[in-house]
């Protein structure tokens, strides 16, 4: 069973810094691209980062493009989001996951403000 299980929300002020965890589990973790999406209620999920299986090609969405940084350890299954210089727009619920078919996760909610 595919299960992800995110962590590391909360609140921040604009400007700061939070890391997100991803433990993903029920797959071969190892051979999975990886994703980090967030999501605003009343609006559709967006994708944010993307992880290649083994950590070294990156892609980021426009919008949090040289602020957030996703990384891997393929030895304890997890998937982190550092996410630098906070701004009022990426408060919203974020999740990982490989892609768009998996079950989702609970997410983690991520608040700025001061």
């Known amino acids: 069973q595919v299960q992800f299980v995110e962590s590391g929300g909360g609140l921040a002020q604009p400007g700061g810094s939070l890391r997100l965890s991803c433990v993903a589990s029920g797959f071969t973790f190892s051979q999975s691209q990886m994703r980090w999406f967030r999501q605003v209620p009343g609006k559709e999920r967006e994708m944010v980062a993307s992880i290649s299986r083994t950590g070294l090609g990156t892609d980021y969405a426009d919008s949090v493009n040289r602020r957030f940084i996703i990384t891997r350890d393929n030895s304890v299954n997890t998937v982190y989001l550092q996410m630098n210089n906070l701004k009022p727009e990426d408060p919203a619920v974020y999740y990982c996951?490989?892609?768009?078919?998996?079950?989702w996760g609970r997410g983690t909610q991520v608040i700025v403000s001061s």
């Open positions: 996951n490989t892609g768009w078919d998996n079950p």
